[in-house]
């Protein structure tokens, strides 16, 4: 199956500073891409869907302000968690669509201190 | 997407087949059944899907109903490293559409020796 590269695995920030997620398809380009939140105990909760060259559609309740979403290339997409405090602390998420199936990213461990 | 009711918990012993249960009663007629799990603080992995026949790769076998309203996935001789979370979702295929999942709660299966 394809590869979709996540960075960081984790990271711990202070709150009210920004943090940014890459994710990376390494050998297929794509040009839609979603991003899940997924708190402890809990499963995945979709946040945004981005297409390569337009802007990003966000979920319900999910601050487009707050979760910066630029879909920069074919093979990347940035979600850059803007204040973080430690309510966002979360598993991060991200998933390229292939023509039948989701390649999921690793994830990212946020914790905001 | 159609929702789907997964039993919360399974146990299973090392070697056994795990069968693990599927209800999606109001699926539509273009909507297919995938199967992904998670295992603990990973992205979740891509095991199979099916629209109506039965089907098998090397990670699995999906059973569907002939009514398609319910559905099983097997893993033939669980290990312990089968031990994760299994989730069920039923969505239509095609590129735009297939990270876009609507995620329950899944099943969380235990492997014991």
């Known amino acids: 199956g394809a590869v979709v590269s996540q960075h960081p695995s984790w990271v711990i920030c202070k709150s009210g500073t920004s943090v940014k997620i890459e994710c990376r398809s390494l050998?297929?380009?794509?040009?839609?891409m979603f991003w899940y939140r997924q708190f402890p105990k809990q499963s995945l909760m979709l946040m945004a869907t981005?297409?390569?060259?337009?802007?990003?559609?966000?979920e319900q309740g999910v601050e487009k302000d707050k979760f910066l979403i630029n879909h920069a290339s074919l093979t990347l997409s940035t979600l850059t968690v803007t204040s973080a405090h430690p309510e966002d602390s979360s598993f991060y998420i991200c998933?390229?669509?292939?023509?039948?199936?989701?390649?999921f990213g690793q994830g990212t461990r946020l914790t905001v201190v | 997407d159609a929702k789907t009711t997964q039993p919360p918990s399974m146990d299973c012993a090392e070697g056994r087949a795990a069968n693990l249960p599927c209800n999606h009663s109001?699926?539509?007629?273009?909507?297919?059944v995938y199967w992904y799990r998670q295992i603990h603080s990973q992205g979740p992995q891509y095991i199979i899907h099916?629209?109506?026949n039965n089907e098998t790769n090397e990670m699995a076998s999906l059973i569907i109903t002939e009514d398609r309203k319910s559905s099983t996935l097997i893993l033939p001789h669980a290990t312990l490293r089968d031990t994760a979370v299994y989730y069920c979702?039923?969505?239509?295929?095609?590129?735009?559409?297939?990270?876009?999942?609507?995620f329950g709660d899944g099943t969380t299966l235990t492997v014991k020796p």
């Open positions: 050998d297929f380009q794509a040009t839609t």
């Open positions: 979702i039923v969505r239509v295929e095609g590129n735009t559409n297939a990270g876009k999942s609507t």
């Open positions: 981005s297409n390569e060259g337009s802007k990003a559609t966000y």
């Open positions: 109001t699926i539509s007629g273009n909507e297919y």
């Open positions: 099916g629209l109506k």
């Open positions: 998933a390229w669509t292939g023509l039948t199936e989701a390649f």
